[in-house]
Nanobody
Framework: QVQLVESGGGLVQAGGSLRLSCVAS????????MAWFRQAPGKERGFVAAIRWSGGSTFYADSVQGRFTISRDNAKNTVYLQMNSLKPEDTAVYYC?????????????????WGQGTQVTVSS
């Protein structure tokens, strides 16, 4: 497993943008699928986006498709989530997740390494 630390959350007005970062440490980043999940109060943790090791394959939840972009810099052991056109319903704690073996990228049970989360609040 790797250790993950997220940053970049904050308070933003609807229509604004934020970029989240997740830095991995502890062992090689090589081969890991990385993902972002989010959890709003009273709701289950849900899939946001995922990216394969090569960066050539990305996946998004329907609710963020076209607004969010996931990317990674393997040299820096970092994955990013660029969030544009933010809406109040995007308000949640955002978690970074990683695993070297992921079959169902949208399932939180596939990921064994998790960060502590970063709060994103979008005001209307």
């Amino acid at each position: 497993q790797v250790q993950l630390v997220e940053s970049g959350g904050g308070l933003v007005q609807a229509g604004g943008s934020l970029r989240l970062s997740c830095v991995a440490s502890g062992r090689t980043f090589s081969g890991y699928t990385m993902a972002w999940f989010r959890q709003a109060p009273g709701k289950e943790r849900g899939f946001v986006a995922a990216i394969r090791w090569s960066g050539g394959s990305t996946f998004y939840a329907d609710s963020v498709q076209g607004r969010f972009t996931i990317s990674r810099d393997n040299a820096k052991n970092t994955v990013y989530l660029q969030m544009n056109s933010l809406k109040p319903e995007d308000t949640a704690v955002y978690y970074c997740a990683a695993d070297p073996i992921v079959m169902r990228y949208s399932s939180r049970y596939e990921y064994r390494s998790w960060g502590q989360g970063t709060q994103v609040t979008v005001s209307s």
